[in-house]
Nanobody, 120 residues
Framework: QVQLVESGGGLVQAGGSLRLSCAAS????????MGWYRQAPGKQRELVAT???????NYADSVKGRFTISRDSAVNTVYLEMNSLKPEDTATYFC??????????????WGHGIQVTVSS
């Protein structure tokens, strides 16, 4: 089984920075991508940033230029550097591991979520 453990969240004032980390462990098959999603109260979960195994990245328009995703493949850890934070970034952030099992089934693995709160 795959476990994803997030860390680094907290409370920060607008304009500040936070760095999230997600460490993956367990039985990890072929990795398609790792990344971050977020969900604000009463809102749908949305993609924030992802990185494929080939290091291709994509970002939500709302975070482009402010957030940076990176990965240390050797330790199955993905990071999200968040700068110039805005109150609208307040959400629970979920680490995601998109992988394919040996028989070809794609599965999305999720962390428990970590809170990021940005005060105005």
């Amino acid at each position: 089984q795959v476990q994803l453990v997030e860390s680094g969240g907290g409370l920060v004032q607008a304009g500040g920075s936070l760095r999230l980390s997600c460490a993956a462990s367990g039985t990890i098959f072929s990795t398609n991508s790792m990344g971050w999603y977020r969900q604000a109260p009463g809102k749908q979960r949305e993609l924030v940033a992802t990185m494929t195994s080939a290091a291709t990245t994509n970002y939500a328009d709302s975070v482009k230029g402010r957030f940076t995703i990176s990965r240390d493949s050797a330790v199955n850890t993905v990071y999200l550097e968040m700068n110039s934070l805005k109150p609208e970034d307040t959400a629970t952030y979920f680490c995601n591991l998109d992988m394919t099992r040996p028989w070809g089934t794609r599965i999305m693995n999720w962390g428990h979520g970590i809170q990021v709160t940005v005060s105005s």
